[in-house]
């Protein structure tokens, strides 16, 4: 049985930071690809950022300079380093982990900037 279990949301400081942890079970860890999204209140789903061993990781235009996603695979966990924070980051963060036709979403986990 896959999972994937994201932790490390909660309420943070415009400005501040958050690390974010995907732990994923029941996969090849090392050769999917993986990723960060988010889901605000009425909007869609949108891709955060990415990385494929071997590959350089992408990043939305968004969050290009703050953000940095990195994984481990030798602990099966995706990481998202999320810097000088914006209100505008608030939404519900997922962790994908994707190999063609599989694909794989977590249960995500709240992230609100507020003062």
């Known amino acids: 049985q896959v999972q994937l279990v994201e932790s490390g949301g909660g309420l943070v400081q415009p400005g501040g930071s958050l690390r974010l942890s995907c732990a994923a079970s029941?996969?090849?860890?090392?050769?999917?690809?993986l990723g960060w999204y988010r889901q605000a209140p009425g909007k869609q789903r949108e891709l955060v950022a990415s990385?494929?061993?071997?590959?350089?990781?992408t990043y939305a235009d968004s969050v290009k300079g703050r953000f940095t996603i990195s994984r481990d695979n030798a602990n099966n966990t995706v990481y998202l380093r999320m810097n000088s924070l914006k209100p505008e980051d608030t939404a519900v963060y997922y962790c994908?982990?994707?190999?063609?036709?599989?694909?794989?979403w977590g249960q995500g986990t709240q992230v609100t900037v507020s003062s």
């Open positions: 994908n982990a994707q190999l063609f036709p599989r694909n794989y």
């Open positions: 029941g996969i090849i860890f090392k050769i999917y690809a």
């Open positions: 990385i494929t061993t071997g590959v350089r990781p």
